[in-house]
């Protein structure tokens, strides 16, 4: 096997594989029950869910996509991330215990038991194609590419093929407990590696200010005039929140890490962990990019700019380190996305249709769906390429998508008179609308709305479709008394907030969480 790692390097990286795959497959041997395998059980505490949240988020092509976006653009891709620390906040505080209370297994079910079986079923496919056809396969596509700069003389199908049979090994085997506890691993390996890259950069250029006298100031500055194409301020604060909420608040990937919880308490704390773990991205992740376009301003692609890194500034043993890093972000990502899709096939479409099959039949049917969207992501990732544009249209999908499934949960969570009707005209209403978007934007170019734009248009469409075939259905609610429970209540939340405040700081989930977006403000005040 020819190679641009050396010897050294290439133990770091196949030890680090074994090791990951036999963790992950000794820590999910006792699984018992279709909780064990799906949800761990609901016995993770919040270390474990907040480390998997970051490291399930931190995608090979959100490695690469940070730092060939701020070589370009600057660092204002950064918005993408301070906005995870708002809206998990905001999920903890008011959603998780809702969620948890439920009993749900997955998203789309609460869906159900809010509105009907037509909105489980709309978002689980939704969440299904998007997951396994844009996260797991793109993720594969990229993650290859971009090792097959660092090895030679193998496929790229062929390591297509083994990233996702060494993540696949332990997914199928061990389930959600296997995939919580390697991501916490790989989300220590990913903050080392990124910490060493941003050090050897700096070491390289010899200090911040080459820098600021090199790179114009707006591409060092997160707030950008309406006129900029690729995060305009008002984008910013219409879009990005919107987005953001879908991906970590109703995504099943994400989401799952905290219905897997034993209360809310670990769920928020574990949510909190996660936004105070997406603060340093900008130091570890984002600025790299920048220093990038310092020391190598010829590169043809900002895409380049993550493996010039790592070739050209780490010492041998290290840029193993930095490729098991690499690796880590890819497998994490691979085992969220096809442990969810398997939990998403097995609970809201087997079980529903067999409501009588046992716990071991329910793993086994979730073991055998994981297989199978290992093996149709590994067929499809190469076609990916082929496919330039379509990936690119793909890319931009989440923008249309998420207005009506948001509409559903704000509404569902906070309006009582939202029901069942109201939930069926969300969904055709602003289905059709997004298609109708997406053809005059995207396709046929009549128009030139920023896909920021794209996402509150929908959802402002949704939510009058929402209101207004709601209020038309003279039953307030399909089921009153079973729905009473999955609604925010002002006064629960009073009782519980005075609980709350004599708690120790630690415990605190209000005052972490204080804590965590004023940080957020200083961080955006100060790169504003």
């Given at each position: 096997m020819g190679s641009t790692l050396s010897g050294i390097d290439c133990i770091i990286v196949i030890i680090y594989i074994l090791a990951s795959v036999t963790i992950g497959l000794w820590v999910g041997r006792r699984n018992q029950t279709a909780e064990d395998?799906?949800?761990?059980?609901?016995?993770?505490?919040?270390?474990?869910?907040?480390?998997?949240?970051?490291?399930?988020?931190?995608?090979?092509?959100?490695?690469?996509?940070?730092?060939?976006?701020?070589y370009v653009t600057g660092i204002s891709v950064y918005n993408y991330e301070w906005m995870a620390t708002v809206v998990l906040a905001i999920?903890?505080?008011?959603?998780?215990?809702?969620?948890?209370?439920?009993?749900?297994?997955?998203?789309p079910q609460f869906l159900e038991l809010r509105f009907s079986p037509i909105s489980r079923i709309y978002f689980a496919c939704l969440t299904l194609f998007l997951n396994v056809v844009v996260d797991t396969a793109g993720g594969l596509y990229a993650g290859t590419v971009l090792l097959s700069k660092f090895i030679s003389g193998v496929e790229q199908w062929q390591l297509t093929a083994g990233l996702a049979v060494a993540a696949g090994a332990y997914t199928i085997s061990g389930g959600l407990t296997s995939v919580m506890i390697t991501d916490v691993i790989q989300a220590v390996i990913l903050?080392?590696?990124s910490i060493l890259i941003t050090v050897y950069a700096l070491d390289k250029l010899g200090d911040w200010d080459?820098?600021?006298?090199?790179?114009?100031?707006?591409?060092?500055?997160?707030?950008?005039?309406?006129?900029?194409?690729?995060?305009?301020?008002?984008?910013?604060?219409?879009?990005?929140?919107?987005?953001?909420?879908?991906?970590?608040?109703?995504?099943?990937?994400?989401?799952?890490?905290?219905?897997?919880?034993?209360?809310?308490?670990?769920?928020?704390?574990?949510?909190?962990?996660?936004?105070?773990?997406?603060?340093?991205v900008l130091w570890i992740m984002v600025l790299p990019g920048t220093m990038a376009a310092v020391l190598y301003p010829n590169l043809t692609s900002g895409d380049e700019a993550y493996p010039t890194l790592l070739l050209d500034l780490l010492p041998t043993g290290i840029l193993g380190l930095a490729v098991a890093g690499f690796v880590a972000a890819l497998m994490s990502s691979i085992s969220s996305t096809l442990n969810s899709a398997s939990t998403l096939v097995t609970m809201d479409f087997v079980q529903p249709l067999a409501p009588q099959i046992s716990q071991s039949k329910l793993m086994r049917i979730g073991q055998v769906a994981t297989f199978l969207f290992m093996l149709f992501?590994?067929?499809?990732?190469?076609?990916?390429?082929?496919?330039?544009?379509?990936?690119?249209?793909?890319?931009?999908?989440?923008?249309?998508?998420?207005?009506?499934?948001?509409?559903?949960?704000f509404f569902g969570v906070f309006w009582s008179r939202a029901n069942a009707r109201g939930a069926h005209a969300t969904i055709v209403i602003g289905l059709l609308s997004a298609i109708v978007l997406f053809f005059l934007?995207?396709?046929?170019?009549?128009?030139?709305?920023?896909?920021?734009?794209?996402?509150?248009?929908?959802?402002?469409?949704?939510?009058?479709?929402?209101?207004?075939?709601?209020?038309?259905?003279?039953?307030t609610q399909r089921h009153p008394e079973s729905t009473s429970v999955l609604l925010f209540s002002w006064s629960e939340f009073t009782q519980?907030?005075?609980?709350?405040?004599?708690?120790?700081?630690?415990?605190?989930y209000l005052l972490l969480s204080a804590v965590l977006i004023v940080t957020t403000i200083a961080v955006v005040y100060v790169w504003r």
């Open positions: 395998y799906f949800l761990a059980g609901r016995q993770m505490t919040w270390p474990y869910i907040g480390g998997s949240l970051f490291a399930s988020n931190i995608s090979t092509t959100t490695l690469v996509g940070l730092a060939g976006a701020a999920f903890a505080i008011f959603f998780i215990p809702i969620i948890l209370r439920s009993g749900v297994f997955t998203m903050v080392i590696a080459s820098v600021v006298t090199t790179i114009p100031a707006a591409k060092l500055s997160l707030i950008q005039p309406l006129s900029d194409p690729d995060m305009p301020w008002l984008g910013l604060l219409l879009g990005v929140p919107l987005l953001g909420f879908y991906f970590w608040n109703t995504n099943q990937f994400m989401a799952q890490r905290m219905l897997a919880a034993p209360n809310a308490e670990e769920a928020r704390l574990g949510a909190l962990f996660a936004g105070a773990l997406k603060i340093p992501s590994v067929i499809w990732a190469p076609q990916i390429g082929r496919f330039p544009s379509l990936f690119a249209y793909l890319q931009q999908v989440l923008a249309y998508a998420v207005g009506p499934v948001l509409v559903l949960f934007n995207v396709v046929y170019h009549q128009t030139d709305i920023h896909f920021l734009y794209i996402a509150p248009i929908v959802f402002a469409i949704s939510s009058i479709a929402m209101v207004i075939a709601s209020l038309s259905d003279n039953a519980e907030t005075l609980q709350v405040m004599a708690r120790p700081l630690l415990r605190n």
